[in-house]
């Protein structure tokens, strides 16, 4: 899609975007939204990744404004203030329909004798309306609109334009609290007749304000960092401290990917932090390419044109297709994706656990030799295969990274440190050992230490 970052189900999956495997998404982090329509838009915009360096940074730009103003930019509407706005405008009840002095008494009469929906949604909805637009009067009076940024200035400007505009400027500078139930009516069917879809446009114009205000201060609270966006050719990710955000704890990790080649090889024994730094990459790369602020304390990256992922791979009994066959389609999609688009970022952990330990290693070896004769991506696999360490230091595209542990009184102990090199431990039985699994066999006696 034009001006859109590419990106699947599979991978937003994997790296929990929308869907949560504990209790919590990304868009959950960035959810300051105190309107069920403000969550909308925020969702809207969490759909909105760019491939564009001028449109990520008019949304960074909106952002940092915002953060640099929060006295300014608290949202005025209240949950029970948009409620009634949508009861509102999704009434079945419709506004008057007579024009004619006379027949408007009629049918004004009528209707507010026999329809109590009429009278709740044209009389009492009409008064919140008003009191809703002289709210939001008020408060973008206090936006310095000279000194905003793009994407803000056109929110604004849309909303002012019809606040301001001859019958509603004239209906917010009435005393309309004391309004007779006839005007009541006629203001009604200004907003809610022939011109109601301008009124609710500007209404969703509020909500996306609300959005924007939403990531902006999440971003501030959890301390989060808006990268550099940078404009060249070759992929690069370049992240100091950066954490996965839904850690309470977390540790910081520094990196540099793709100046020592488009493919890092990435080791370290079981549980060591391979798996969740693979995944806090990938989230700072989308959120970057929403224009979002990012789990980093300083980022700098390339603009992708597409994201792909592969850390969560699932047999189908549906479809047939056994665990080690997914596995296969997985890989064959992400040669498709590298094939047919430049400038990719491929994340994928530990490939064809589903098969045996020498077809694992050659079809590994046979996939990470033809991703690094692609420059244009940027390719970052993980794997407990030691033995291809040997064989990909023989490729000048591949670097190596690994994390490790030490074992202290027979468990081991991790720091979640990224270093440079390969790691060749094994602690998988160990692991074992120590959740007592060779004890419930009756096999600890046929283990050698």
Known sequence: MENKLQIDHHTASDLQIFEARGDKTILDLFDETVTPDGKLKLKERFYNAYNSRDSILEVQAALRHIQTHLDVWSFP??????NRINLYYISKSKPMLFEEEALFWVESVFRRTFSSEFREISLHGTQHIIRYFEKLQGWLARVDSADLPK?????????????????????????????????????DKLFRGHDSVKY???????FELEALISIALAGHKKGFSFPEMLDVQTPVVELTDVWHPFLNAPVVNTVSLGNSGSVVFLTGPNMAGKTTFLRALGICVYLAHLGFPIPAKLGRMSVFNGLLSSINTEDSVTLGYSYFYSEVLRVKKAAQFVRDTPKVLLIMDELFKGTNIKDAHDGSLMVIKGLAKNPSCLVVISSHLLELAVDLKKVNSVSFNCFSSRVVNGKPQFDYKLKKGVSDERIGLIILKNEGVDKLLGVEDDLMD
Not at 77 to 82: F, M
Not at 200 to 206: A, D, E, I, K
């Open 151 to 187: 994407l803000l200035k056109d929110l604004v400007a849309s909303i002012t334009t019809i606040l301001e505009e001859g019958i509603l400027a004239e209906v917010l500078r009435k005393e309309t609290r004391k309004a007779k139930s006839n005007e009541l009516l006629r203001i």
């Open 77 to 82: 509407i209240t949950p029970q203030e948009a």
């Open 200 to 206: 609710v446009l500007m209404v969703n114009h509020v």
